[in-house]
C-alpha cells in the first residue's frame, strides 16, 4: 500500500506564511501522475487547491492564485505547498492526494491515496 505523510500545519496570523508538505512511501512501485492539495473547512466541502502533474504542469483554484505555489520534488514522491499571504478564509484542514501505478513483481494497479489532514488555523 501507500501511505501520505503531511506536515507543516499549524496556527499564523492573517499575512503570514506556511509550507506544507507531503510524502508518499510504499513498499512497492508507485508511480505518481499527479499530487495535490485540496482543503475542506468547518460546514463546506472538500476543494482543490492546487494540483501537479508529473511533467510540472499545475492548476490553481482561483481563491488562492498568486498566493500559493504547489511544486514537488519526483525523486522523493513529495509534493510542496507555499502559502503566502494568508487569510482567515485558508483555515482548514488540508489534504495531500496522489493517483498513479502501484506495481508488485506481476501485477499493477491504478491507485488514489489520500493522507490524513494537516490543519492550517489563520488568525485576524
Known amino acids: 500500500q501507500v501511505q501520505l505523510v503531511e506536515s507543516g500545519g499549524g496556527l499564523v496570523q492573517a499575512g503570514e506564511s506556511l509550507r506544507l508538505s507531503c510524502a508518499a512511501t510504499s513498499g512497492n512501485i508507485f508511480v505518481i501522475n499527479a499530487m495535490g492539495w485540496y482543503r475542506q473547512a468547518p460546514g463546506k466541502q472538500r476543494e482543490l487547491v492546487a494540483n501537479?502533474?508529473?511533467?510540472?504542469?499545475?492548476n490553481y483554484s482561483n481563491s488562492v492564485k498568486g498566493r500559493f505555489t504547489i511544486s514537488r520534488d519526483n525523486a522523493k514522491n513529495t509534493v510542496y505547498l507555499q502559502m503566502n499571504n494568508l487569510k482567515p478564509e485558508d483555515t482548514a484542514v488540508y489534504y495531500c492526494?496522489?493517483?498513479?501505478?502501484?506495481?508488485?513483481?506481476?501485477?499493477?494497479?491504478?491507485?488514489?491515496?489520500w493522507g490524513q489532514g494537516t490543519l492550517v488555523t489563520v488568525s485576524s
Open positions: 492526494n496522489a493517483d498513479g501505478v502501484l506495481s508488485g513483481r506481476y501485477w499493477d494497479k491504478n491507485l488514489e491515496v
Open positions: 501537479i502533474t508529473s511533467g510540472g504542469s499545475t
